[in-house]
């Protein structure tokens, strides 16, 4: 990880020199960088990419709404916190609404300023991790796309049942293991896949539903088209309508420009609706209505737009209990249920060695640390462990445990997974307590994480806009570690 390097934009030489000074003695290991000048900061903006920016809004020449604009422009994922005078409340509005991630208000409280700096900084971490994993994962996808066509043409050569071969070697591979529980959800993929039904596609979190819908995606007559996935729980509310049906330019504050909506994205191909019972009703109906008419009202739009897509939903809770409780239409649940599909936890299948040694190759030839299996001791602990996260879980507790093993993956290798009062037992007895400080450090600090979460979520009722608010955290950052936890907040909305 690069030293973070953050940038301060003010006319007061004063205030330039001070705060600067405030983060050398309480942000060890941060870079300052200062400009007076919005033009000067453009220019070191334009040569560096820093974790944060901090920027008077009063400034001579181009001030720091104008400069904050430009920011969002040229690097849409750096935060800017906003300096704001006495008095100017509309002004911190204006920037919030813009796009800034926090203001400061004169005089400057320095606790509060560091403290809201060092969650910007947090934040654009964050932001580069996840960034740097999806590429990495782009690139897995690209060599495995590779192989598979490969395969494939191999397999035509050779005169085989091409499609259910199909079905295996796509990525549905790190799903399915030698498992009877999978057998009936390959058999309604081959079913389904080649027909125009919308299908739900049920399950845990963690289970595999999206590598299930892009398998059926490429058994599809669309499987030339797009292939557009939409999580439904990570996009607020207010933003939901504008990133499926797409608006117009000037349709809301911040629409700078026309959008297309997902739907229009996805034309001639599947379009996923992951987490679809996270849905606002009045978004539900307006679904219904374009599903039924396959037409799109832009937000902001007085013309409707013609859509060719195949939908593909699917839901971490069953769907008919969230209709039940008045949380779904019933209707869009009828026309979206064509075809369903469930898959199973992984607790109830019986793959999951076969599983954890597929991702074990995967992860030794990764990492380029050759491991040479799975004892039979750490095997147990793998089988009796109930697997709330399911597959993702398995394949992350995989190549953690690489990491901490030299040779063979053992029990102490796994000490990080919350194990049962029984099985910790007979840990201690046939292993001795023998787990690295550094593992138990990280246990105990993701268990009190995943703690706070669910403690503020169940007193948000599962909103978690406001959970977020309260914790003091970006909305996407709370997300993230809701998706890592497998914590769904839909279950606290029923607390």
Same mark, same amino acid.
């Given at each position: 990880m690069n030293q973070p390097r953050v940038l301060i934009v003010d006319d007061d030489r004063a205030l330039l020199q001070a705060l600067p000074e405030t983060l050398r003695l309480r942000m060890e290991g941060v870079t300052v960088d200062t400009a007076d000048s919005a033009a000067a900061a453009l220019d070191r903006i334009a040569a560096q990419d820093y974790y944060a920016i901090v920027t008077d809004i009063k400034m001579p020449g181009m001030d720091g709404l104008a400069l904050l604009a430009e920011i969002r422009r040229l690097r849409p994922d750096t935060p800017t916190l906003m300096i704001t005078g006495h008095g100017e409340h509309a002004l911190a509005i204006h920037a919030l609404r813009g796009g800034a991630y926090d203001f400061i208000q004169k005089p400057i409280d320095r606790d509060y300023f560091v403290a809201s700096l060092r969650r910007a900084i947090q934040m654009s971490e964050l932001s580069r991790r996840v960034k740097d994993q999806q590429q990495a994962l782009e690139r897995r996808a690209n060599e495995l796309e590779r192989i598979v066509e490969e395969r494939t043409r191999e397999l035509r050569e050779a005169n085989e049942a091409n499609k259910v071969i199909g079905v295996i070697g796509s990525p549905l591979r790190w799903l399915i293991g030698p498992s009877r529980q999978m057998e009936k959800v390959v058999q309604q993929i081959k079913q389904v896949g080649d027909s125009p039904l919308m299908?739900?596609?049920?399950?845990?979190?963690?289970? /595999?539903?999206?590598?299930?819908? $892009?398998?059926?995606?490429?058994?599809?007559?669309?499987?030339? !088209?797009?292939f557009v996935a939409v999580d439904c729980g990570a996009i607020p509310d207010t933003l939901i309508e504008s990133e499926l049906f797409g608006h117009e330019s000037d349709a809301f504050t911040g629409a700078d420009q026309r959008k297309p909506g997902r739907f229009q994205v996805a034309e001639g191909g599947s379009l996923f609706l992951d987490e679809i019972v996270n849905l606002p009703l009045p978004t539900q109906a307006k679904l219904l209505r374009a599903l039924q008419e396959r037409q799109v009202q832009p937000v902001g739009s007085e013309?409707?737009?013609?859509?060719?897509?195949?939908? &593909?939903?699917?839901?971490?809770?069953?769907?008919? $209990?969230?209709?039940?409780?008045?949380?779904?239409?019933? #209707?869009?649940?009828?026309?979206?249920?064509?075809? +369903? &599909?469930?898959?199973?936890?992984? $607790?109830?299948? #019986? *793959?999951?060695? #076969?599983?954890?040694? /597929?991702?074990?190759?995967?992860?030794?030839?990764?990492? !380029?640390?050759?491991? %040479? !299996?799975?004892?039979?001791?750490?095997? %147990?602990?793998?089988?009796?462990?109930?697997?709330p996260g399911n597959v993702r879980e398995l394949r992350n507790v995989v190549r953690r445990a690489i990491l901490f093993a030299s040779d063979v993956i053992e029990p102490e290798h796994l000490s990080f997974l919350r194990i /049962?009062?029984?099985?910790?037992?007979?840990?201690?007895?046939? $292993?001795?307590? #023998?787990?690295?400080?550094?593992? &138990?450090?990280?246990?105990?600090? +993701? *268990?009190?994480?995943?703690?706070? &979460?669910? %403690?503020?979520?169940?007193?948000?009722? /599962?909103?978690e806009s406001e959970a977020a608010r309260l914790r003091r955290t970006d909305y996407k950052a709370l997300y993230f570690k809701m998706k890592q936890y497998g914590i769904e907040a839909v279950r606290f909305r029923e607390s």
């Open positions: 299908i739900i596609i049920e399950g845990e979190t963690g289970t /595999g539903k999206e590598l299930v819908a $892009r398998a059926i995606h490429h058994l599809s007559n669309r499987r030339e !088209g797009p013309r409707p737009v013609p859509v060719n897509v195949r939908i &593909i939903a699917a839901s971490n809770v069953p769907i008919e $209990r969230e209709v039940a409780a008045g949380r779904f239409r019933e #209707d869009a649940y009828y026309r979206l249920s064509e075809f +369903a &599909i469930t898959v199973p936890p992984l $607790r109830e299948r #019986d *793959d999951i060695l #076969d599983l954890a040694n /597929g991702f074990l190759a995967e992860a030794s030839m990764e990492f !380029g640390r050759p491991c %040479r !299996g799975i004892s039979e001791a750490a095997a %147990r602990v793998l089988k009796d462990y109930p697997w /049962g009062a029984s099985q910790a037992t007979a840990f201690r007895e046939n $292993r001795s307590l #023998d787990g690295s400080l550094e593992a &138990i450090r990280e246990a105990a600090a +993701a *268990d009190a994480e995943q703690q706070a &979460i669910r %403690r503020v979520l169940q007193a948000t009722r /599962g909103n």
